[in-house]
T-cell receptor, first 108, second 114 residues
Framework: GIQVEQSPPDLILQEGANSTLRCNFSDSVNNLQWFHQNPWGQLINLFYIPSGTKQNGRLSATTVATERYSLLYISSSQTTDSGVYFCAFTGGGNKLTFGTGTQLKVEL | DAGITQSPRHKVTETGTPVTLRCHQTENHRYMYWYRQDPGHGLRLIHYSYGVKDTDKGEVSDGYSVSRSKTEDFLLTLESATSSQTSVYFC?????????????FGPGTRLTVL
């Protein structure tokens, strides 16, 4: 199956800092999505972004399908951004496969 | 937020007992999914449904069955719970034309099998 690597696995930021999270894929993927799981376990869909760039407030995402990667940008981070960020995709079938996530902690 | 509820939110049971988890949606979405989340494995698809009475297996379906008799309800049953099924279970829905459209998740059910 398609291998996915999320980086970095862990990240600690000071409030107000910017960050870039990355998903690399071993092959072409479809239906790329980004999720945030907050410290209470709730999973929130951030972006459905099979290609191109989208922005939502302080968050934006870019997927370059031809180069097999997707990026999630967090600007002016806040403590409420803490949690785990997952990318997810389908690789030819209809099953959504999740990456192992990036654990983010934003400190005051 | 999508209207998805899961019940129960927490459950402790003993090995060998049957367990049913319920997912209820108020969005009239076509697709519903059950995932489990475990440390080191991330989220893995158990079963999904693409309509009333239409279901299919996911990545880790052994030991689980599902039913969907109404659009709004998707049940996950562990016929005889085992300790390896201790996990956090998430229900998700999507309402697009394709099974892989944007998914929205419920709050999760933490299941402990002793």
């Amino acid at each position: 199956g398609i291998q996915v690597e999320q980086s970095p696995p862990d990240l600690i930021l000071q409030e107000g800092a910017n960050s870039t999270l990355r998903c690399n894929f071993s092959d072409s993927v479809n239906n790329l999505q980004w999720f945030h799981q907050n410290p209470w376990g709730q999973l929130i869909n951030l972006f459905y972004i099979p290609s191109g760039t989208k922005q939502n407030g302080r968050l934006s995402a870019t997927t370059v399908a031809t180069e097999r990667y997707s990026l999630l940008y967090i600007s002016s981070s806040q403590t409420t951004d803490s949690g785990v960020y997952f990318c997810a995709f389908t690789g030819g079938g209809n099953k959504l496969t999740f990456g192992t996530g990036t654990q983010l902690k934003v400190e005051l | 937020d999508a209207g998805i509820t899961q019940s129960p939110r927490h459950k402790v049971t003993e090995t060998g007992t049957p367990v049913t988890l319920r997912c209820h949606q108020t969005e009239n979405h076509r697709y519903m999914y059950w995932y489990r989340q475990d440390p080191g494995h991330g989220l893995r698809l158990i079963h999904y449904s693409y309509g009333v009475k239409d279901t299919d297996k996911g990545e880790v379906s052994d030991g689980y069955s599902v039913s969907r008799s109404k659009t709004e309800d998707f049940l996950l049953t562990l016929e005889s719970a085992t300790s390896s099924q201790t996990s956090v279970y998430f229900c998700a829905i999507s309402g697009g034309d394709y099974i892989t459209d944007t998914q929205y998740f419920g709050p999760g059910t933490r299941l402990t099998v002793l």
